[in-house]
């Protein structure tokens, strides 16, 4: 089998300078000049570079950039440095045996691990650049990183090569989006940094759904989680910072009557806890990338993940695709953004798969170090009741069959109220079996309207979703 060789940083530096085609500049706020220095040590760079800037003092940098009102690690901040620095390209090289090249402009802002190691740190970078001379509009790539290292010295060499693996991608594989987006980690460990957000734009890119872009994230563990409301991308950090969370995780496929019904009546009653800030408060949707797979192949088909995720956000609702498909790392997740209290709404086949111990085999504390991380911060776990459809018997948490060794933690949690019944549910929802309606969808039978609401059927209908036919 033949091994496919990667170029180093350094060859994909001296790559990008002897190509002749290319001209462009770099600027780098807080890290160094990690991603330029590469260039600079390859050679040749004066075919490539009109300047490399580090504007490290923000005096400085507002002086350049303008004031910043918020963070100096932030999109409008990247965007505005690219916005610049292209704009001092052209205008100065308007005249210059470089005028008909093809400009691009590497950015970034960036914070590393800090001396106390309390803030991991993080960082936008992003180009802009054209692949035709004659285009008035440049295409951009955006990405914001986390870093897992535990070294400023080492987040600054990491962050180095995904700068010149971002420039190398998008001057030579901008028409293979995921083997671009692939090509980043080049040379960098997964376990090292991790890209929580990426947004792709302009001419090059003008067919590309960011909502799949992200999904690939997932897909291939360079983050662990994406978030989309019906318009666009979202930073978990933006939407999550010090507020309530409410969250009901499925399949959604699609979203049935019984899912709204359990959905808003545990919002109803996270609502009315004490510590919980209606007008602080995220409400989403939450799908595993398990939930996303066929359950014949094991593969995950893009068009139906974009089927679900439109028709969730046609109810005003923000989407989470996620790789935690264990309740306490999900809850670990939103504990980073947040000390408010979280409220997770699940059926009682979920509830006892969280007191079964096969799952936290990984854990050297096993089920009690998962408890410990699920139930941080006073979370409230909402459970709606399950209806035996052969004799009719509603069994909830009170009735649930829990292992002997458990039950004393069992009710501990139960008196303490962090696991609560969702009362009030219709029985005749709970007769919905939501497995079998992307069936009846399918076969073109009316059976499956009564099992979804009004609006979700009709976009159904409309948008011909699911194998509608």
């Given at each position: 089998?033949?091994?496919?060789?990667?170029?180093?940083?350094?060859?994909?530096?001296?790559?990008?300078?002897?190509?002749?085609?290319?001209?462009?500049?770099?600027?780098?706020?807080?890290?160094?000049?990690?991603?330029?220095?590469?260039?600079?040590?390859?050679?040749?760079?004066?075919?490539?570079?009109?300047?490399?800037?580090?504007?490290?003092?923000?005096?400085?940098?507002?002086?350049?950039?303008?004031?910043?009102?918020?963070?100096?690690?932030?999109?409008?901040?990247?965007?505005?440095?690219?916005?610049?620095?292209?704009?001092?390209?052209?205008?100065?090289?308007?005249?210059?045996?470089?005028?008909?090249?093809?400009?691009?402009?590497?950015?970034?802002?960036?914070?590393?691990?800090?001396?106390?190691?309390?803030?991991?740190?993080?960082?936008?970078?992003?180009?802009?650049?054209?692949?035709?001379?004659?285009?008035?509009?440049?295409?951009?790539?955006?990405?914001?990183?986390?870093?897992?290292?535990?070294?400023?010295?080492?987040?600054?060499?990491?962050?180095?090569?995904?700068?010149?693996?971002?420039?190398?991608?998008?001057?030579?594989?901008?028409?293979?989006?995921?083997?671009?987006?692939?090509?980043?980690?080049?040379?960098?460990?997964?376990?090292?940094?991790?890209?929580?957000?990426?947004?792709?734009?302009?001419?090059?890119?003008?067919?590309?759904?960011?909502?799949?872009?992200?999904?690939?994230l997932v897909q291939n563990k360079m983050t662990d989680a994406v978030i989309f409301s019906p318009s666009q991308n979202l930073m978990a950090s933006d939407l999550f910072y010090k507020?309530?969370?409410?969250?009901?995780?499925?399949?959604?496929?699609?979203?049935?009557?019984?899912?709204?019904?359990?959905?808003?009546?545990?919002?109803?009653?996270?609502?009315?806890?004490?510590?919980?800030d209606r007008e602080n408060l995220e409400v989403l949707f939450e799908i595993t990338t398990n939930n996303l797979k066929s359950s014949n192949e094991g593969e995950l088909n893009e068009?139906?993940?974009?089927?679900?995720?439109?028709?969730?956000?046609?109810?005003?609702?923000?989407?989470?695709?996620?790789?935690?498909?264990?309740?306490?790392?999900?809850?670990?997740?939103?504990?980073?953004?947040?000390?408010?209290?979280?409220?997770?709404?699940?059926?009682?086949?979920?509830?006892?798969?969280?007191?079964?111990?096969?799952?936290?085999?990984?854990?050297?504390?096993?089920?009690?170090?998962?408890?410990?991380?699920?139930?941080?911060?006073?979370?409230?776990?909402?459970?709606?009741?399950?209806?035996?459809?052969?004799?009719?018997?509603?069994?909830?948490?009170?009735?649930?069959?829990?292992?002997?060794?458990?039950?004393?933690?069992?009710?501990?949690?139960?008196?303490?109220?962090?696991?609560?019944?969702?009362?009030?549910?219709?029985?005749?929802?709970?007769?919905?079996?939501?497995?079998?309606?992307?069936?009846?969808?399918?076969?073109?039978?009316?059976?499956?309207?009564?099992?979804?609401?009004?609006?979700?059927?009709?976009?159904?209908?409309?948008?011909?979703?699911?194998?509608?036919?």
């Amino acid at each position: 089998m033949e091994v496919k060789h990667v170029l180093t940083p350094l060859q994909k530096a001296l790559k990008i300078n002897l190509d002749g085609r290319f001209y462009g500049s770099f600027s780098e706020i807080g890290a160094g000049q990690e991603a330029s220095r590469f260039f600079f040590k390859a050679g040749a760079t004066s075919n490539s570079m009109a300047k490399s800037m580090s504007a490290y003092s923000k005096d400085f940098s507002d002086a350049i950039y303008g004031k910043q009102s918020g963070r100096y690690v932030s999109k409008p901040r990247l965007q505005k440095m690219l916005e610049h620095e292209t704009n001092l390209l052209e205008k100065r090289l308007i005249e210059s045996p470089h005028k008909d090249k093809l400009y691009f402009t590497y950015a970034n802002t960036v914070t590393t691990i800090n001396w106390e190691k309390t803030n991991p740190g993080d960082g936008w970078m992003g180009i802009r650049f054209k692949t035709d001379a004659s285009q008035q509009e440049y295409s951009e790539i955006l990405i914001h990183v986390r870093f897992h290292q535990n070294s400023a010295r080492l987040q600054q060499s990491t962050l180095g090569i995904m700068g010149v693996n971002l420039v190398y991608g998008a001057l030579f594989l901008n028409q293979a989006p995921k083997s671009l987006q692939k090509s980043l980690y080049d040379h960098i460990s997964i376990s090292d940094i991790e890209i929580d957000s990426i947004n792709f734009s302009g001419p090059v890119f003008a067919n590309i759904d960011n909502r799949i872009m992200s999904l690939f994230l997932v897909q291939n563990k360079m983050t662990d989680a994406v978030i989309f409301s019906p318009s666009q991308n979202l930073m978990a950090s933006d939407l999550f910072y010090k507020k309530n969370v409410y969250v009901l995780r499925g399949s959604f496929k699609p979203i049935t009557t019984l899912g709204i019904e359990v959905f808003e009546k545990g919002l109803e009653a996270f609502i009315k806890e004490q510590n919980v800030d209606r007008e602080n408060l995220e409400v989403l949707f939450e799908i595993t990338t398990n939930n996303l797979k066929s359950s014949n192949e094991g593969e995950l088909n893009e068009q139906d993940f974009l089927d679900r995720v439109d028709l969730i956000g046609a109810l005003g609702y923000n989407v989470l695709i996620s790789n935690h498909s264990e309740y306490y790392k999900l809850v670990n997740y939103f504990t980073k953004f947040t000390k408010a209290q979280i409220g997770v709404t699940l059926g009682l086949h979920n509830l006892l798969e969280i007191f079964d111990e096969k799952y936290y085999a990984e854990l050297p504390g096993g089920i009690l170090e998962s408890f410990g991380k699920l139930f941080i911060r006073n979370l409230k776990l909402y459970v709606y009741p399950y209806l035996n459809l052969e004799n009719g018997d509603l069994y909830d948490s009170n009735t649930l069959s829990i292992p002997e060794d458990l039950k004393e933690l069992y009710a501990y949690f139960k008196k303490k109220r962090s696991i609560l019944d969702i009362e009030g549910i219709d029985k005749e929802s709970l007769n919905i079996d939501s497995i079998n309606v992307p069936g009846l969808i399918k076969s073109g039978l009316d059976d499956w309207k009564k099992y979804v609401p009004k609006e979700i059927a009709q976009l159904i209908e409309d948008k011909k979703l699911f194998g509608k036919s």
